[in-house]
């Protein structure tokens, strides 16, 4: 059964506010108005109609929560510097690349493992208990979901707290690769630099040249988060689970994710396809605003904490 969708242009107020990022973290959320009430109502309103709404979030949430995104405006990696992150036929081919990678997520790991969950996380768990949320999608590798207690999710790109062995398979606890760093390299450190997206610093390669790097206990293989780098592709499987639960679903709402990456804008496409009605709620422009019946400009903590899921 299909619902009866508008399409809604949406206004927004003049006004600012203050970061709606916690008191002591670090600001990566981008400049934003305040989101005003008639955008709030039609979002109400959206979720309200939805029986078992499909949502995929996306970076913008977590920066709520002070994790850096890629392409926020004045506040994201690629605008903060000239960085880019790992390529996945990079870290496999290279040991030079891959003693980089793991001696910055070794330094960064502390902070990035300590991120806690903000009021957007809380809110989309509180729907999937009242039975309004079917599915979540994240894009992010964070664990914030998890954190929370989210079940019903999905996380596309795999999670920064899993450790998989290139050669058998075997899936460990990055918590526990964090102490065979340690015991490895009792005497080495490293001044950081700036914090990047998915859970690592920028150190100079001067830096990591004395840095050890583990195998598999198990075969002795090649040891990688178990997140999709840029250049690998989602397991069919994943994808497949993902259209799964989506053709379930009576609605789509985006949250916090300018959908530039094909696998997830994947998804709005196969949504446009069966008609499927689609909401998006992010600060900037997204690959999917043309898709959307309604677009909402705002701060995902701010605007999803006053949408009730009746």
Sequence with gaps: MRLPWRTLRLHRAPVRRASSVPAGLVNFVPACSTTDAHSRDLL????????????????????????????????????????????????????????????????????????????????????????????????????????????????????THRVMCLGCGAISAREELQRRFISLNPDWGAQAGASAPDGDVFLEDEQVLNFRVPSCDACGGILKPEVTFF??????????????????????????????????????????DRKIPVAILNIGATRADHLAELKVRGRCGEVLTVIQPH
């Design 231 to 272: 250049g690998d592709s989602v397991k069919k499987g994943t994808v497949q689970f993902v259209h799964d639960r989506l053709a379930e679903s009576d609605a789509v709402l985006v949250v916090g994710s300018s959908l530039q990456v094909y696998s997830g804008y994947r998804f709005l496409l196969a949504a446009s």
């Design 44 to 159: 109400q309103d959206f979720v309200s109609r939805a029986g078992r709404l499909f949502v995929i979030t996306g970076a913008g949430l977590s920066t709520e929560s002070g994790i850096p995104d890629y392409r926020s405006e004045g506040v994201g990696l690629y605008a903060r510097t000239s960085r880019r992150p790992m390529e996945h036929a990079e870290f496999v081919r290279s040991a030079k690349s891959r003693q980089r990678y793991w001696a910055r997520n070794f330094v960064g790991w502390p902070q990035f493992s300590s991120h806690l969950p903000n009021s957007a996380h809380r809110v989309l768990q509180r729907w999937e208990e009242r039975g309004k949320l079917h599915w979540l999608v994240t894009q992010n590798v964070d664990a914030l979901h998890s954190k929370v207690g989210q079940k019903r999710l999905t996380e596309l790109h795999g999670c």
